[in-house]
């Protein structure tokens, strides 16, 4: 297993969908809705975004589905303890009231849509050649992507 090369496991950068760091979440989740990654006969779709600088030249980071998820987060779940967030929604539903607050819910998320990518990516901290073995990798290093 130590002999393997990295690139027989990783998944080729040209496979994944490439952000500017000035795109939006909004159009952040249209390039990755757009891109399937296709895998031992398998097509999923991308769980993960490269995000560049303006140029497109420098690869500045990576933009996961979860990250994506946290920038549109409401802000009223971020404030508080975990216990707090469950308390307000601890209460009985009114029915009649659920559609306006699903629609005030829903308009917060569209908002909060047009957040910057740059101010949810994980830097890329170092990479890993195409050549290296699996082994090099595993061995200590602390990479935020395999980049070749």
Do not use: W
């Not at 009223?76 to 707090?84: I, R």
């Not at 607050?101 to 990479?127: G, N, W, Y």
């Amino acid at each position: 297993m130590s002999d393997k090369p990295i690139h027989e496991i990783m998944v080729p950068l040209a496979e994944y969908p490439c952000l500017c760091d000035t795109h939006t979440l909004r159009q952040a989740i249209g390039e990755m809705t757009k891109v399937q990654i296709l895998r031992r006969q398998q097509a999923t779709l991308a769980r993960v975004a490269l995000v560049f600088d303006h140029s497109f030249r420098e690869l500045l980071g990576m933009l996961r589905r979860r990250d994506i998820m946290r920038g549109l987060e409401p802000r009223f779940l971020l404030s508080g303890s975990m216990e707090y967030g469950r308390k307000l929604f601890a209460v009985p539903v009114d029915p009649n009231l659920a559609e306006l607050s699903c629609d005030k819910f829903i308009e917060h998320m569209r908002q909060r849509a047009d957040r910057l990518v740059k101010d949810f990516m994980i830097p890329i901290t170092a990479t890993i050649d195409y050549e290296d073995h699996l082994m090099s990798f595993c061995c200590g290093k602390d990479f935020g992507l395999a980049a070749g």
